[in-house]
């Protein structure tokens, strides 16, 4: 069974700072890695979506990585505003359509 | 484009009663899926439909819950009767075919609280 962990579970950083997001999946057999962003009492957004043969997708600011065979992303988030703040998810996709989610990481980017 | 669209948005109700959520997927989707969000045990997917047509429902919890997709433009899960542990927010989310690579997307969701 996929598990999907994402470390850590919350961050504060000033404004301004680079940051690195972390996500591990144990089932390297994978589809497709996604990273979403949720914003309090909102539903989930598709930030970057990385297919199993690639290494990386940029979006802006965003960049993600995928290492497949170690089952690691990590989404790296360049100069954060204070609008960066949510909570960010990742979530991995396996054979049967289905998706698996990490626990989340809660970003505060202070002014 | 008017992105998936649930209602209610909030719910609350004594145990025992009915709920239906409702959800509108976006038009040419052709994957509908439904998710349970708590604090507890995060995002986890209760079912989802390809086609209208009912693919993997192996995370529907108990038989008091149910899903149906009676069209392409609009599916429920209903809860008869509800307790107070499947309070919870309730996502949908809708993918169009074309490969195995297309991003989800998903609606505000409805907060549901069962007292």
């Known amino acids: 069974k996929q598990e999907v962990t994402q470390i850590p579970a919350a961050l504060s950083v000033p404004e301004g700072e680079n940051l690195v997001l972390n996500c591990s999946f144990t089932?390297?057999?994978?589809?497709?890695l996604q990273w979403f962003r949720q914003d309090p009492g909102k539903g989930l957004t598709s930030l970057l979506l990385i297919q199993s043969s690639q290494r990386e997708q940029t979006s802006g600011r965003l960049n993600a990585s995928l290492d497949k065979s170690s089952g690691r992303s990590t989404l790296y988030i360049a100069a954060s505003q204070p609008g960066d703040s949510a909570t960010y998810l990742c979530a991995v996709r396996n054979a049967g359509n289905m998706l698996t989610f990490g626990g989340g990481t809660r970003l505060m980017v202070k002014p | 484009d008017a992105g998936v669209i649930q209602s209610p948005r909030h719910e609350v109700t004594e145990m025992g009663q009915e709920v239906t959520l409702r959800c509108k997927p976006i038009s040419g989707h052709n994957s509908l899926f439904w998710y349970r969000q708590t604090m507890m045990r995060g995002l986890e997917l209760l079912i989802y439909f390809n086609n209208n047509v009912p693919i993997d429902d192996s995370g529907m919890p108990e038989d008091r819950f149910s899903a149906k997709m009676p069209n392409a433009s609009f599916s429920t899960l209903k809860i008869q009767p509800s307790e107070p542990r499947d309070s919870a927010v309730y996502f949908c989310a809708s993918r169009p075919d074309g490969g195995s690579n297309q991003p989800q997307h998903f609606g505000d969701g409805t907060r549901l609280s069962i007292l």
């Open positions: 089932d390297s057999a994978i589809y497709n």
